[in-house]
């Protein structure tokens, strides 16, 4: 059996905060988020959803949670087998699909990883093994849609 580990947030939202829309009231969607030892995050909805286009929202952190977590797993995986990474990049995207009832939810995640190698003879290996990082991600591991990888490699 593995090991369990308990991750903690705690969010801050207070009512006084609420903004007059016309003749209905609607509540702001700015809020923090707080991890102990950490900087406080502070969140709102996406712009779409009439949040503040400067903070971050829970959308966008998803898709960072999944390009990051791809990534640590995709340098241990080199790691594993002999493959230098000099650099690696990504430029990702994720589609989100809102139904007429309001309800919504991710339908893909499109990775867009570049990667920069030391060894030319590994640059087959090294674009293959996306599909390994993908498999031991614990994020991906933990979402109901399609992760997809649009990898490049090139060497050094």
């Known amino acids: 059996m593995g090991f369990k580990h308990i991750f903690k947030a705690k969010l801050n939202w207070f009512s006084n905060e609420k903004v007059a829309v016309s003749t209905t009231r609607r509540y702001t969607k700015n809020h923090t988020i707080a991890i102990e030892g950490k900087e406080i995050l502070n969140v709102s909805a996406a712009k779409a959803f009439k949040g503040d286009p400067q903070l971050h929202n829970p959308e966008d952190m998803l898709l960072s949670s999944v390009v990051s977590c791809h990534m ?80 490049s490699c090139e060497v050094v």
Do not use: W
Request: hydrophobic share 40%.
């Open 72 to 151: 640590m797993s995709y340098l241990y995986v080199c790691a594993q087998n002999g493959i230098e990474v000099v650099s690696y990049t990504d430029a990702a995207e994720a589609t989100l699909e809102v139904l007429e009832n309001g309800s919504g939810r991710f339908t893909e995640v499109r990775l867009y990883p570049k990667v920069t190698i030391t060894q030319v003879e590994k640059i087959n290996e090294a674009l293959s093994l996306h599909t390994k990082a993908n498999e031991l991600c614990f994020i991906a591991n933990s979402c109901n849609f399609p992760i997809m990888h649009f990898a």
